[in-house]
């Protein structure tokens, strides 16, 4: 990858402060809010024991790669296309493909970060305990971040435009925020419906990161869940993917 053309990406996204708030800021912003609910602080025998505030965390952390990956990222690619910039690369030496990887680096990233601001936030500010299985934990948010980056390519494919990237972007968001858990945590679905979003990229990595938040193992079948859809839709990207 180029790194000149990185270090370009990471100039032109710190001058998208509307990109960056959604990132970086609201995730944490919400996960604020919540915490200041009293309600939130009390022990849930439907959650396990643990407070509504605890099973946040997750979801907020999921929030910002959710937000980077299928919302910013395939706009941003898909402006590069509409503007022709994909086009006029491609006959310099640098290829287009070292565009779409630093544009892969600079959100996965900038996920991360916003992963790690809420997690201490979480700890400082409520009392949250940090993972108790910290290599699962790492394990199953860095899949996670590869399945958001993913889909949000599948959108790029699939948008000639960035209004239509933009539609296709919030059509997937709001789904994608359920499966996390942001309106009701994954532990307090019904039964079956907690089934049906294990099998979705979000759900899975959720319940995922709760297990590893509580000290236990994500879990193959979630990790599996997370690689089979990183893999189905890293073919579709590619197989639909146009540079013009």
Known sequence: MNTAVLRTELRLLRREPGALFWMLAFPTLLLVILGSIPAFHEHEAGLGGLRTIDV???????????VGGVQAMPQTLTGYREQGILRRMSTTPVRPAALLSAQMVVYA????????????????????????QPFGYVLALVLAVLAALALGAVICALSRTTKIAAAIGSAV??????CAGVWLPVQAMPDVLARIVGWTPFGAAAEALNRAAAGDWPGWTHLGVLVVWTVLLTAAASRWFRWE
């Open 56 to 66: 946040y965390v997750p979801v907020t952390v999921l929030l910002g790669l959710i």
């Open 109 to 132: 990233a900038a996920a991360l970060v916003s992963a790690l601001t809420a997690l201490l936030v979480g700890r400082l500010a409520f009392g949250v305990r940090l993972p108790e």
């Open 173 to 178: 968001f709001f789904p994608a925020m359920f």
